[in-house]
């Protein structure tokens, strides 16, 4: 289906169904949660975690990555804050996902010399490479591993850390294998 007639479809057959939910979401939004996932187009926040727009604030980008506060990435740093400080979310959710093509790039950071600021951008999570044995890994360790990095990263946000001391914010790592539906919660 092109993308127009999508829209059409949704204005004829959904939207009505949907109407009084998005005029109650005119009010405001209280998200719970934040999701930050991979902007990989087999990965469907709403889809695999059935929720309802207004539900979940989203964060995407090439291998879910969250770089450390101070390092100037402000779209990432603006929207934490914004989450956790406005929005006062409950819970973080940073998700990983199968076949990983940014954490594949990541373990073979090399293949990358031709896309510089793809190296640059996946080379953010560059430790994970350090947690990694070099001979037995695999690319789902790596994703494992990513996703753990992130949750650290996250951490080092002043915000984000006085909200989890407080037990006013949960932190989660998942790696969402979308071939089979079945998400493996880290600890
Ligand atoms: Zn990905």
């Not at 100037?72 to 006062?88: F, Q």
């Not at 947690?131 to 949750?151: C, M, P, W």
């Not at 080092?156 to 949960?170: G, H, I, W």
Request: glycine share 6%; hydrophobic share 40%; charged share 25%.
């Amino acid at each position: 289906m092109t993308l127009s007639a999508g829209v059409e479809k949704f204005n004829s057959e959904l939207f009505p169904e949907m109407e009084e939910k998005f005029r109650e979401l005119e009010k405001g939004q209280s998200p719970e949660t934040l999701f930050i996932t991979c902007s990989d187009s087999r990965i469907d926040p709403s889809l695999m975690t059935q929720t309802e727009p207004g539900e979940l604030f989203v964060i995407r980008n090439a291998g879910n990555i969250v770089p450390k506060p101070g390092t100037g990435e402000l779209s990432v740093e603006a929207t934490i804050l914004y989450a956790v400080d406005v929005l006062k979310v409950k819970r973080v959710v940073v998700c990983g996902h199968s076949h990983c093509g940014a954490v594949t790039g990541l373990l073979n950071l090399e293949s990358l010399n031709e896309l510089p600021e793809i190296k640059a951008w996946v080379g953010k999570s560059v430790e994970v490479l350090d947690r990694l044995d070099s001979d037995a890994s695999t690319l789902s360790d790596g994703i494992r591993e990513n996703v753990k990095l992130q949750l650290e990263h996250l951490l080092e946000f002043p915000s984000v850390s006085r909200a989890v001391a407080a037990k006013e914010l949960e932190l989660q790592g998942w790696v969402y294998h979308f071939e089979s539906g079945r998400v493996e919660f880290l600890d």
